[in-house]
């Protein structure tokens, strides 16, 4: 494969330098010796092969990521800049000199390895039993129809022997789904956990199984009408033993490593160093033995690793961050690198039969996916995204390309034919998909969730979010003064999140429906724990569901939203970003759940919440809270409709007698009196507070935010939780001057206030936002 110019016909003249010119004196040298030249050193023309690289591909994705184009799309085109078709021959003999390409082609092939070893590591097998009938049909159908008719085809229309043996070795690219590809175009289009994407996600595990026994297949028959090769037979016998091997020997050892791994704790280290030598063993030994079958060994290999934590995860944080950031796209470079003509040459029998089934089986292949899902009543647009990225192809297609064009199975024209097919397809698909699915449009146009809206003598949904352990007292101390009685009871859905590590597919548990094959992933045990003795403590006000979600950081807004769309939530509470020791002192800070909290305020098809907690000191830990003890609770209010909701939510609250409510309204002196829609509503949510005895309404009035600031500082030591609205980008003049300061800005004036770390109180904060998707 590090062969570039193996095609090119030049009279050469090979001189063997000793010893090898590898690091040069730096480029400062060439000024004081006429004859040193630094680029005939491999070190620093590998360098500068590899800044070209990235320089090309981050400057055409800063472009072309504004049309949707996937980084992929710009990778190829740098390899296109940088090769004999467009770069000048003078250029190409300096930079591509033979020990040049060498070198850059075997960190390619490496990247590659280690890519496909990691997609291995990632996938479930056991999802391959758990998949549902919808995902099994629609990938039985989507491989075994496009391969009927792609090997028809060639039959018919090829003639020549010759021919007939090299297209057939390409044909499964036509019809083939592979894994890899569909889990790395879900996570670019940011649909991983969406519904769209779990049910592509779960077709793709069964249809990249189903794809290698057709190619398989397809080559044993083939062997058998032409004959085998000499060396097919003792490759596919050494590849089934190394297998054999993998799956018999090697992952029974690493399942009992992961058993004697207590539970949360990370694997011993030397596991770790012992499986990745035995992987780079096992590509330097299998390439002599079974060189067509190498990628599916490594694969493999990298399947019988336990998936997720302890060691599947730990695997992936070492390997991936390399693989991905560097050595990939070298390998993605480099594959278009080998391009030799810009243009096709449809004269060449090959070139023409390739284009001609190549674009007829991905119509076959998106027709073949998109007539079931239609079928079954699947939104139009859902259902062309969906079969448009069962019919993607991607790196693990290019890199087959490239690896038979290496091996002379396939002539230059044809990969040039076989780049470009996998080229557009890998560039179009995501620019359609993303034009057809919009996953949070299923939050929006449903119904109104508001708290406003909710009647008060029926339950009130609520969806908590848990991090960390400390999450769990700062939101059962919330819920516990939010009014759960026999008139008003609370139905709490709790969503335990756990960062994905190690794994490929998003995993949402409901662990009131959970059977045996979610044993390990019982990580959320104490979280239930804690809340079903709080269901007890509060038997018949409570309803209480439980639930787990396993997703990446930057997805699990959607995991969050849809449960609260399925419940009729009408409060989503999430945690604030920082925590805080019990003496106040701050503990940690995570921009990951501030990132989250972002996506959920834009998407939440209902009202949320953000729950700041300073510490527990002053309040009593609710397991041993008496049951007569009360709950002094504020609600600062400004106007507008995140006060409304806030103040609806507090009113609510203090139903419950042992809740004890104050309401302060903070009105401007330099108020002109003018009256309009949103004054009007304003009243009349205030009009309660001030005539029900069981409120304590107090109007403060003030001139800027430096007062309300003062009174705000006044107000922190005689409360265990504050209510404030999130009031987003408005100021008036009761917080004039305060904006400039704000260091969180998406909870709001107030709620950055009270967020503060200089804040001296120990309560507890809510910071209310009323539902904005309708």
Known sequence: MNNFTSERRYPTESCLVL??????????????????????????????????????????????????????????????????????????????????????????????????????????????????AKACYLAFISILVPMI???????????????????????????????????????????????LGRLAHSTAIIADFLSFICAIGISVALGIIQGFPKSFLPQLGITSFFIFIAMIVLRPIMLLIVKLTPEGRQVNQTYIYAIIVVFLISARVIPGGCNKFYFIVIYVLGLAVPHGPPLGSALVEKFECMASGLFLPIFVTTCSMRLQKLTLDFRNEMVKEHAIIAAMTLLVKFLSCLGPLLYTKMHKPDAIALALILSAKGVIELAAYTFM?????????????????????????????????????????????????????????????????????????????????????????????????????????????????????????????????????????????????????????????????????????????????????????DHNVRNLNLRVFEKAPCSVGILIDHGNIRRPIYLDAPIESYSEVAMLFFGGNDDREALTLAKRMARKTTVRLTVAQFVAKSDDGEVDWGTILDSEVMRDAKNNEYINYVKHVVNDGRETVNIVHSLVNEFDLIIVGRRYNIEDPQTSGLKEWSEFPEIGIMGDLLASKDLTGKCSVLVVQQQRTV
């Open 19 to 132: 010893p090898p010119l590898i690091s040069s004196a730096g480029l400062l040298t060439a000024s004081d010796d006429q004859n040193y030249r630094w680029l005939d050193y491999a070190s620093p023309r590998l360098q500068l092969i590899i800044v070209l690289i990235f320089v090309l591909t981050q400057g055409f994705h800063s472009v072309l990521k504004q049309l949707g184009l996937p980084i992929m799309t710009s990778q190829i085109i740098a390899g296109v800049l940088l090769s004999e078709a467009v770069l000048p021959k003078q250029w190409l003999d300096i930079l591509m000199s033979e020990d040049s390409v060498q070198l850059i082609g075997t960190l390619g092939e490496f990247g590659y390895s280690v890519f496909v070893f990691l997609s291995g590591v990632k996938m479930d097998m056991g999802m391959v039993t758990r998949v549902g």
């Open 149 to 195: 008719y792609v090997v028809s085809s060639i039959v018919m229309l090829t003639n020549n022997r010759k021919e007939l043996n090299s297209i057939m070795h390409i044909a499964p690219l036509f019809y083939i789904t592979c894994f890899p590809v569909i889990h790395c175009l879900l996570t670019e289009l940011k649909i991983l956990n969406s519904e």
């Open 405 to 589: 064009s290496d091996g002379k199975v396939l002539s230059p024209q044809v990969f040039n034919a076989g780049l470009i097919f996998v080229t557009f397809s890998a560039s179009i698909v995501p620019v359609l998909v993303r034009k057809l699915y919009d996953p949070s449009r299923k939050y929006a146009g449903y119904q109104i969730r508001k708290i406003m809206d909710a009647n008060l003598d029926e339950e009130l949904q609520i969806v908590t979010c848990i991090h960390v352990p400390n999450n769990v007292t700062s939101v059962i101390n919330m819920l516990n003064i939010s009014c759960p009685t026999r008139e008003t009871p609370l139905a709490v859905s709790v969503l335990h999140l756990i960062k994905l590590s190690g794994v490929a597919a998003p995993i949402f548990i409901s662990h009131e429906k959970r059977s045996k094959r979610f044993t390990r992933y019982w990580y959320s045990e104490n979280v239930i724990l804690s809340f079903m003795k709080f269901e007890g403590n509060h038997f018949g006000t409570v309803k209480l569901n439980t639930f787990t979600a396993i997703s990446p950081p930057e997805f699990m807004h959607d995991d969050i939203c849809t449960l609260a769309l399925d419940k009729l939530a009408s409060l989503i509470i999430l945690p604030f970003h920082r925590t805080w020791y019990i003496d106040g002192s701050l503990e940690s800070e």
